[in-house]
């Protein structure tokens, strides 16, 4: 049990040095459509609080 420990940490340390010698260690994914919505979806709620933070304060007019 404990060989196959060390045969699979020498293995992962192999596959580490590799990539770190190698100039493009991995590869940049793409945003799933569904990360994409959430990101909007985020920002939507943030403009939505920040609306309503200053329609509750009717002396001030600018949302900026």
Known sequence: MANQLENLVESI???????????KPYVKMDKSSSVKVEIRSR???KLIDKT?????????????
């Open 43 to 45: 920002k939507a709620r």
């Open 13 to 23: 340390k192999s596959k580490v040095r590799a990539l770190k010698k190698s100039k």
């Open 52 to 64: 309503l933070k200053v329609a509750d304060r009717p002396g001030k007019r600018s949302i900026s």
